[in-house]
């Protein structure tokens, strides 16, 4: 286990780097962008986050994803390369997370008369640095509609879980209920995640005061082996990030 664990944390550290001199090399390779043409936007909003599992479930277990309620605010710094196309760095603060119902119907290998039933939700604060591509897809009189992707790293700054369950052992004709609780900052969580982002916006006007009107899908491929109640030697359940956010941003500064 320690031998996988440090396998994923120097695989994490290698991306994260690759991403890096990635993101460093397409800023300096745009020559004909000086700084002048530079657009700064900040902007915040509502973040809608869940976890969702690609790999088959482990035997014995039920996983039913609900809702993390956040909110997200950032930078944005775009590069225009054409009037129709342009490269956008961001720098976001944004909260992912999940609340699970984790359904368990064996334990050691062996059925449970009465399912254990696992209460868990998760939260997690990241500092995500996108890197985008925005393509104008139609322009109005006073206004424009844009189509923006790419993807992000994203650096875990915090974490949050917090599990209620119930644990059912058979006393004659009845159970006897156990209440277990267990709760963690989730440290052993992937210090790096990495995200494929997808976007649409709307830049109109109200009273002359330029606004952008933004919705955006973040899925990422990173697992995360989630803890369950593992003082009970439950395993984790292996799942990724993922969230719908909707935001309204200003501009800073523009060129001329």
């Not at 869940?50 to 930078?75: D, I, N, P, R, S």
Request: glycine fraction near 8%; charged fraction near 20%; charge should be negative.
């Amino acid at each position: 286990m320690k031998i996988m664990t440090k396998i994923t944390m120097t695989a994490n550290w290698k991306l994260g780097l690759l991403f890096t001199l990635i993101i460093g090399l397409s800023y300096f390779s745009l020559d004909a962008v000086t700084i002048s043409e530079l657009n700064v936007k900040a902007g915040c909003g509502y973040n809608l986050a869940q976890h969702y599992g690609v790999k088959e479930q482990a035997a014995g277990y039920k996983v039913e994803t609900g809702f993390h309620h956040g909110m997200t605010a950032g930078l944005m710094l775009e590069l225009p390369i054409t009037p129709a196309f342009a490269i956008r760095y961001e720098f976001n603060y944004v909260t992912k997370g999940s609340s699970e119902k984790i359904t368990i119907k064996e334990l050691d290998g062996e059925a449970l008369i009465k399912p254990a039933v696992m209460n868990v939700k998760y939260g997690m604060d990241y500092i995500e640095f996108p890197m985008l591509f925005k393509l104008k897809t139609l322009k109005g009189d006073d206004f424009s509609i844009s189509v923006i992707g790419g993807a992000a790293m994203a650096l875990k700054i915090n974490g949050d879980y917090h599990l209620d369950g119930k644990l059912y052992f058979p006393v004659a004709d009845s159970f006897e209920v156990i209440n277990i609780k267990d709760d963690s900052g989730l440290k052993e969580i992937n210090q790096f995640d990495y995200s494929l982002i997808y976007v649409g916006e709307l830049d109109f006007e109200i009273a002359k005061q330029p606004l952008t009107l933004g919705y955006r899908f973040t899925i990422g491929w990173d697992y995360l082996n989630l803890p369950t109640y593992q003082a009970g030697g439950f395993d984790p359940v292996q799942l990724r990030n993922q969230s719908y956010a909707l935001y309204l941003s200003v501009p800073l500064w523009a060129h001329k």
